[in-house]
């Protein structure tokens, strides 16, 4: 299992690399207060990762709402069965 994992950790990595080489050509990004040239392989690189930090924060609260929801529930329950 484990090496299945690593090579489909290889194939990503090189197939991400054949990508980039491939759209290694210049765009330029207006946004409000100016403009920017990047490579579009960099640009779908960071929006990429921005979207990975979006959702990380969202549902990270999430997460740390239920965990704590869950021990509560937990601690209720071992109270009524020590009852």
């Known amino acids: 299992m484990r090496i299945i994992s690593l090579l489909l950790t290889l194939l990503l990595i090189i197939v991400g690399i054949a990508f980039a080489a491939l759209n290694a050509k ?6 409000l207060i100016g ?9 779908l690189l960071i929006s990429l990762i921005v ?3 979006i959702s990380v ?3 990270g609260s999430s997460m740390i709402k239920l965990k704590t929801k869950n021990k509560w529930l937990e601690s209720k329950v071992k109270r009524i069965q020590d009852s």
Do not use: C, D, K
């Open 26 to 31: 210049a765009v330029e990004i207006n946004y």
């Open 51 to 53: 979207g990975i930090l």
């Open 35 to 43: 403009q920017t040239e990047l490579p579009l392989a960099a640009l």
């Open 57 to 59: 924060l969202l549902l």
